[in-house]
């Protein structure tokens, strides 16, 4: 899968993959193309854009060569003490992961693969039979969840549905647009040897009855991003995770929507932040 260096804000993922891409064509239009459309994304949401793009592209972000490490640096955001995995789960650190297509990634949109790491080695260690995902993306974290469960383990997954219309359950400012329905959503679990352990749901997070199949003993959020989705996906999952579950965040310290909503929640469950990761982990 051809690597997307362009900076741009999350908004701008639907682009990415859409398939004007892989149409091929000429690349100048191409980078043309996603460079407006950062640009009058940027001009609607300009204070987001900016705390997005400041800390990584103005002069005073660290100099390197690697987009990949570049995108990393200044995860400032949340007030939680990063942590070590051993310190968070005692033990974790012999435990034994088993990874799957870890660079089948779309860089702006997929976990990295040391998150994909931590988060099968926390599935290694609490051995959860009920596993909620919401963003399911192409599946590369739900493919890992699935390898690294239980063998009687049930991972579900939601993502946006084929033919979804546009329009979120909760308002949803364009630069925190990263929906990305269609035939990609899941091919990674689709057809590999995890697949029967899988469950593919459609769905917008907000207007989802997450009842249906409940309880969950470990939930994955990773879906919208914007504050408002992030509060109303942990309320949703508060209610429906077993007693001595998990709830895990992508994203904390990198999204400001994000980190806020984990933070307000931390107040009032334990929550630790994973080190080198923009993992959350909570205990309800
Ligand atoms: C960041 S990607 C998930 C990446 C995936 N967890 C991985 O690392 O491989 C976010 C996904 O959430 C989906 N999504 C966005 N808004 C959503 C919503 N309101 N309800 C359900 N899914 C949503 C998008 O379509 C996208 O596939």
């Not at 191409?30 to 002069?59: D, F």
């Not at 469960?149 to 925190?176: K, M, N, Q, S």
């Not at 907000?206 to 249906?212: L, P, S, T, Y």
């Not at 310290?253 to 929640?265: K, N, Q």
Request: aromatic share 10%; hydrophobic share 40%.
């Amino acid at each position: 899968m051809p690597v997307d260096s362009t900076p741009k804000p999350e908004g701008e993922a639907r682009t990415v993959w859409s398939g004007r891409k892989a149409r091929g064509g000429n690349r100048v239009i191409q980078i043309l193309r996603r460079l407006k459309n950062a640009v009058s994304k940027s001009a609607r949401n300009p204070i987001t854009a900016w705390k997005m793009l400041w800390p990584r592209y103005g002069p005073f972000a660290p100099r390197t060569p690697d987009p990949e490490f570049r995108r990393s640096i200044r995860w400032s955001f949340g007030k939680l003490k990063r942590e070590p995995m051993n310190a968070v789960f005692p033990g974790i650190e012999s435990t034994d992961v088993r990874i799957v297509s870890c660079f089948d990634r779309e860089p702006l949109l997929s976990m990295s693969p040391s998150e994909v790491m931590a988060i099968g080695a926390m599935v290694r260690t609490l051995k959860p039979r009920r596993v909620l995902e919401i963003g399911t993306f192409e599946g590369n974290t739900t493919v890992n969840l699935a390898a690294n469960a239980p063998a009687d383990a049930r991972v579900y997954t939601l993502d946006l549905p084929p033919g979804w219309g546009g329009t979120f359950g909760l308002e949803v400012p364009d630069i925190h647009d990263n929906a990305a329905p269609g035939h990609h959503t899941g091919r990674q679990f689709i057809g590999s040897r995890y697949a029967g352990k899988v469950r593919q749901l459609w769905g917008d997070s907000a207007q989802f009855d997450w009842d249906e199949f409940s309880p969950f003993d470990f939930i994955l959020i990773d879906g919208c991003h914007t504050y408002e989705y992030a509060l109303a996906d942990t309320r949703n999952a508060l209610r429906v995770v077993r007693p001595g579950g998990v709830i895990v965040w992508h994203d904390y310290g990198m999204l400001e929507d994000v980190s806020r909503a984990v933070d307000e929640f931390a107040d009032e469950m334990k929550v630790h932040a994973i080190q080198g990761t923009r993992l959350a982990v909570g205990f309800p």
